[in-house]
Each structure stands twice: as structure tokens, then as C-alpha cells.
């Protein structure tokens, strides 16, 4: 029993010491440095401004219509200074928090919605890079009540997206979809 014990505290050992032997701290380094420098290059108010959007998992559908509108939360002043709306659209008012997701590390992509008149309700996907500079931008629902006619809404994924227009001003129903790829820059592409 004694001889088993010895034999397998020598086993046990040996591997330890390769184990150890195979760490390459150049890499442990690199890494740590690479994580040290993404740190620095990020924005914290934005990051922090980030943390208000709830993250939605893909594929996802956003249906966002005069519905749901409500339920959202409304900007603050401060995230009107963060996130500047209306110099990305000029005619939208009543800014909205909507969702958040996870395409890519390489930007941040999150989901806002606003009014576009009284009778005119939309919600656009923008990706920012990690300083917060806005990357590129689409809308991706569309709602309205004036005639209550003309929907939009998208199916979205990591890479690509599907928008859905509907309108029913036609007889019968004009249904268009237009495919979307979202590049690894962050870029929207149709």
C-alpha cells in the first residue's frame, strides 16, 4: 500500500511539473496587455450608459409598434448628451431605450426608438465602436397610425437581418423583404 502511494505521489508530481513547464507567461502577457489596452480605449460613460439597455438575445424580432411604445424608458438629459439623438436624426423626438445585443466584441450594437411626428413611430439599430463613435445605423421597425397602413419590422442575427414592409394601402397587401449583412466593422450593408 505504502509502494502504491509513493508511486502515484511521483506520478501526481511529474505531471504537475509538466503542466506548469507548458504555461508560456509571454502569452498570459500578451493577453493581460491586449485586455489593458481594449480597457483604455473604451469609453466609460458610454459603457455605462450601455448598461440601461437590456440585452436581447439573437435571432431576435423587433416588432416595435405604438403598442408597446409606452413601456419603454425614456432618455434621460444625460443620455441625450451621451448618445447626441438628434444630431443622428434630426426629425425624431421623444427618444426611447430599447434593446441591446451582442453581434460582435468588435462593436456595440443597441436598438432605440423614437417619434417621427405625431403619427410616426421608429426604431433604428446602431453599431458603435468602443469609444462610442457611431459605426453605421438602420431602422429596423416601423409603425404608423395615421392610416395605419404601413408596418416594418426585422428579423435580426449575428451577421445579417431581414426587414419585413408591409403595406396595405395596396389591394392586395404589398409585402417586401429586404435581406441586410452586418459586417465585422460594424458596417450595414444591403
Not at 83 to 99: A, Q
Request: charged fraction near 30%; charge should be negative; glycine fraction near 2%.
Amino acid at each position: 500500500m505504502r509502494l502504491f502511494f509513493l508511486v502515484f505521489a511521483f506520478a501526481f508530481f511529474v505531471a504537475c511539473k509538466k503542466k506548469s513547464a507548458s504555461i508560456n507567461p509571454v502569452n498570459v502577457e500578451k493577453t493581460l496587455s491586449e485586455v489593458v489596452t481594449e480597457t483604455e480605449n473604451e469609453n466609460p460613460s458610454f459603457t455605462k450608459f450601455l448598461q440601461k439597455f437590456q440585452l436581447k438575445p439573437v435571432p431576435a424580432i423587433d416588432s416595435t409598434s405604438f403598442d408597446n411604445f409606452e413601456k419603454l424608458e425614456k432618455f434621460t438629459a444625460d443620455d441625450l448628451k451621451e448618445l447626441k439623438p438628434n444630431k443622428i436624426f434630426p426629425h425624431g423626438s421623444d427618444f426611447r431605450i430599447n434593446s441591446k445585443y451582442e453581434l460582435s466584441p468588435e462593436f456595440k450594437t443597441i436598438s432605440i426608438t423614437f417619434n417621427k411626428g405625431e403619427m410616426e413611430l421608429s426604431t433604428e439599430l446602431l453599431n458603435f465602436n468602443k469609444k462610442g463613435e457611431l459605426i453605421d445605423h438602420v431602422e429596423i421597425s416601423y409603425d404608423e397610425i395615421a392610416e395605419s397602413a404601413f408596418r416594418k419590422w426585422s428579423e435580426i442575427s449575428n451577421n445579417n437581418m431581414t426587414t419585413t414592409e408591409e403595406n396595405y394601402l395596396q389591394e392586395p397587401a404589398k409585402i417586401e423583404k429586404h435581406q441586410f449583412r452586418i459586417l465585422s466593422t460594424g458596417k450595414i450593408k444591403k
